[in-house]
């Protein structure tokens, strides 16, 4: 009998080649591609030209490859005034149904008189007036100003009322982004100037998609926490 003649080094390397290339032609038909995070950007002010609205939309163009950024307005939302039969505006329920399916909220905001704008305030209260949109939710806080503080004393307080009882939103520790004037800090495209502002925002936003994935799994609490706001009452303490 004429002896079988073994694979030569070549032809297992060549064989080895083969059946790695039909692996990754079957991987991806099985593999789930990771889905696009998606944010609402709520634009803090009434405003008809704001630069923390030219801020926003910079974000949505600028991330717009790591995650999708819907910017809500509020200067149509009604001055909140407590009806008693606790029914909030129909564009209030549009509102807070975006949030509720959103991965996490931006919310941008003015400083005036050391504190967040009126609208916004109005907006927050119609938000936790027996509906719970931002409970648990994701948030990162961003503030632009014409001078040098970059609305650091409204993003204090801002992080205050997001903390409370009807709201408690999970805003992002330790961070902080201040566009200090503002005015001079865009190009005629809208695009930010300042090489580190960029990197910065860079930064945070990276550092934000994160704190969504964390967030998402410290849920234990989420029924509870929504059963003691839905309770919640200042008039009974």
Not at 23 to 51: C, D, H, W
Not at 127 to 153: C, F, H, Q
Request: neutral net charge; without cysteine; proline residues 5%.
């Amino acid at each position: 009998k004429k002896m079988e003649s073994k694979p030569s080094l070549l032809q297992k390397i060549i064989k080895f080649f083969i059946h790695l290339v039909s692996a990754q032609k079957s991987y991806p038909k099985s593999r789930k591609e990771p889905t696009m995070l998606k944010f609402i950007g709520l634009v803090g002010t009434n405003s008809k030209k704001s630069t923390n609205r030219q801020l926003l939309q910079y974000m949505q163009k600028h991330f717009a490859d790591k995650a999708e950024i819907e910017l809500i307005e509020i200067k149509d939302i009604p001055i909140f005034n407590k009806p008693s039969d606790m029914q909030v505006p129909e564009i209030v329920k549009e509102i807070a149904a975006k949030i509720e399916a959103a991965d996490g909220v931006i919310i941008g905001t003015p400083e005036y008189d050391h504190s967040i704008p009126a609208v916004l305030m109005s907006a927050l209260a119609w938000l936790s007036y027996g509906i719970y949109p931002l409970l648990g939710k994701p948030v990162m806080i961003t503030g632009a100003s014409y001078g040098t503080l970059g609305s650091s004393r409204a993003q204090l307080q801002l992080r205050q009322i997001l903390d409370s009882p009807e709201l408690k939103a999970s805003v992002m520790p330790g961070s902080e982004f201040l566009l200090s004037h503002s005015l001079q800090a865009f190009d005629k495209n809208g695009d930010l100037i300042d090489l580190e502002t960029i990197q910065k925002l860079d930064a945070l936003f990276d550092d934000f998609r994160l704190f969504v994935k964390i967030t998402e799994k410290l849920s234990s609490a989420q029924a509870l926490l929504h059963q003691e706001a839905e309770n919640f009452d200042w008039e009974k303490l």
